[in-house]
């Protein structure tokens, strides 16, 4: 079991803040922090594999470390626990007509 340490040491980080730049792609920030770390853990996938077949690379995770979808999935669990009961922010990513069902 991973901890929140190993996931950690897999974002990027510049002058204190998450970087949300890959190879390809940038994101810009949201303001949530909980939302901004998911876009920070794609673009660290993108940033480490150009191709997303090898964001689960067996390689990568047998020394210990987490893949980079285990990063990704580690940051939506931590926004989803974090957003929990949040009223506003369901209604926001339901768009307010109730059509998102998990």
Not at 17 to 46: C, H, M, Q, R
Not at 81 to 99: I, P, Q, R, V
Request: aromatic content about 12%; overall charge negative; hydrophobic content about 35%.
């Amino acid at each position: 079991m991973h901890k929140d340490k190993d996931y950690e040491q897999l974002l990027r980080y510049y002058d204190g803040k998450l970087k949300l730049d890959s190879y390809w792609f940038v994101f810009e920030p949201t303001g949530n922090k909980s939302i901004d770390t998911i876009l920070a853990a794609v673009a660290a996938a993108g940033k480490a594999y150009h191709n997303t077949d090898q964001w689960a690379c067996p390689d990568f995770g047998t020394d210990g470390r987490p893949t980079y979808c285990d990063l990704i999935q580690w940051a939506a669990n931590k926004a989803a626990k974090e957003s929990a009961g949040n009223t506003s922010l369901d209604e926001a990513l339901n768009m307010g007509d109730g059509s998102y069902k998990p």
